[in-house]
């Protein structure tokens, strides 16, 4: 099953585009979003009863409206409203690719309904480095000639740009927003004994940060305004990742400054109905993580991301992603070097979890340290202990 489809709708007075987006854990609830071109946006959620029927019926059951927002709720139905769903069919046949098309019709108006699979038809350009000294020379180059912002390292040149959010198979935001992030942002008010008002667009974000650099899936890519910071986290996943044995090159991708200002609305919205990725600055307040790695976010409801901004610079005739790969033999070089500018995970994890990782870091490194000097004689030690060593735990390696 793919699930998350974009199509089309006929039966409207204008042209309309449609969304198909399945929750992996609920194959059986389909999000069908309807675009209809100069007219208010909406979505039907339907249920399957049996996957295997050909065609399988979708019996509608919720359906949601724009807020003041633009983002897409499901208030309580209208009376007539839930008698349009009633009155509501849609009939789907799967292709062999995993695409559907078939009809809808309600009490006066009907017409069909044909989602595509996505064909991974483009691929970003990807310029292979020799070693890590070239890195730090396209870094140089990056900054003066293609005038980029933003940077993001992957531990392996195989991982594409995805949200851990779609990467688990999520794509319904609207229900991502009204269960899973409003239970983390009421154990988060917990935890930082204060109110967070999720209305407040800084407060929300504050609480979207928080749930990006503490582990919870979101529909967020973390980046950075350094290059060294995007390398440090490729190595470092590479170096920690010693399971996988048969990668051969990290990847660090920048984005374009004109991207990233075309791209930043003054208000960003996760129910929002079309298909968007966005710029986000989120504010480092409760979050010294952020803070530390120079943090931004790319924010989007694409599941598909690498392949959705490389149809953009097809379609503008525009570069804004870059990416490079650097041979993951040089993970040691490039984490001592960066060591030596002062790029750590104590660094870029504040706190006793980041320390651990970056002696970690350093027992996998091969370089051969300094000599240990000679300790004194014992007579030249004097004793500075306690007089009575009952008081005074200890512990044995």
């Not at 927003?177 to 974000?205: I, K, P």
Request: glycine content about 6%.
């Amino acid at each position: 099953m793919v699930y998350q489809q974009f199509g089309e709708l006929t039966g409207l007075a204008t042209e309309t585009r449609a969304l198909l987006c399945i929750d992996q854990d609920r194959p059986n609830e389909f999000l069908i979003t309807v675009l209809p071109r100069g007219e208010s946006r909406f979505a039907v959620l339907a249920f399957v009863e049996d996957l295997s029927a050909k065609p399988i019926k979708l019996v509608p059951q919720n359906l949601l409206r724009p807020q003041a927002n633009g983002g897409l709720v499901c208030p309580p139905l209208q009376p007539i409203e839930r008698q349009a769903l009633t009155n509501c069919e849609i009939l789907l046949t799967a292709a062999s690719d995993g695409s559907y098309s078939g009809t809808w019709k309600t009490a006066d108006k009907a017409g069909t309904l044909s989602f595509h699979a996505p064909q991974h038809q483009l691929s970003i350009e990807v310029e292979v480095l020799p070693d890590w000294q070239g890195f730090k020379q396209w870094a140089s180059h990056a900054h003066s000639q293609l005038d980029v912002t933003l940077f993001r390292g992957h531990g392996s040149n195989k991982f594409e740009l995805s949200t851990t959010f779609h990467r688990i198979g999520r794509n319904r935001m609207e229900r991502y927003c009204a269960d899973t992030l409003a239970r983390f942002h009421s154990e988060v008010e917990a935890e930082l004994s204060m109110r967070l008002n999720m209305n407040d667009g800084a407060d929300y974000s504050v609480v979207l940060g928080l749930a990006q650099h503490h582990g919870l899936p979101t529909p967020m890519l973390d980046w950075t305004k350094s290059p060294y910071v995007a390398a440090f986290f490729a190595f470092s996943d590479a170096l920690d990742a010693s399971h996988r044995t048969n990668e051969s090159h990290v990847r660090i991708f920048a984005l374009s400054r004109q991207f990233v200002n075309s791209m930043s609305p003054p208000n960003v919205v996760l129910t929002w109905p079309e298909p968007f990725v966005a710029s986000l600055a989120i504010s480092s307040r409760h979050n010294a993580r952020l803070r530390a790695q120079q943090g931004h976010f790319l924010v989007t409801n694409v599941a598909n991301l690498e392949e959705w901004l490389c149809k953009m610079e097809h379609d503008s005739g525009q570069r804004f992603l870059y990416a490079v790969d650097v041979p993951v033999s040089y993970a040691a070089e490039a984490l001592q070097d960066l060591a030596f500018m002062g790029l750590t995970a104590a660094t870029m994890f504040p706190g006793l979890d980041g320390v651990c990782r970056t002696l970690r870091h350093e027992m996998e490194f091969t370089k051969p340290v300094a000599k240990t000097p000679s300790l004194p004689a014992p007579d030249q030690v004097s004793d500075n202990r306690p007089k009575n060593d009952a008081d005074t735990p200890s512990i044995g390696a």
